[in-house]
């Protein structure tokens, strides 16, 4: 997928097993970051299938899943807070 400077990105399904850059059960879509607006191309009926299937999708695809409407949002995490003070005695 894509050429020298241009990169394009296939969304798969792979068993954790196998190795990263290795087989692949299903393309279910399409990743292309350098056009203008972005675009993804997921197929939503297999995406959902494999998640109901137990599929655990990596951080970037989740973030790609979610501005497809495929996925819920993550909420931004907490702000860290200081912890409070002992009591002064």
């Known amino acids: 997928m894509g050429k020298k400077k241009r990169p394009a ?6 068993d954790s ?9 299903e393309t279910i879509g399409l990743y292309d970051p350098l056009t203008d607006p972005v675009t993804v191309n ?5 995406a959902q ?5 137990g599929a655990q999708p990596s951080e970037t695809v989740a973030k790609l899943l979610a501005r497809q409407g495929i ?7 907490p702000p860290d807070l200081p912890e409070p003070a002992a009591p002064a005695e």
């Open 17 to 25: 097993r196998a190795p990263q850059k290795g087989a692949f059960i």
């Open 71 to 77: 996925l819920p949002a993550k909420a931004p995490a």
């Open 9 to 14: 990105y296939r969304v798969v399904v792979a």
């Open 49 to 53: 299938k494999w998640l109901k299937q």
């Open 42 to 46: 997921i197929d939503q009926d297999k």
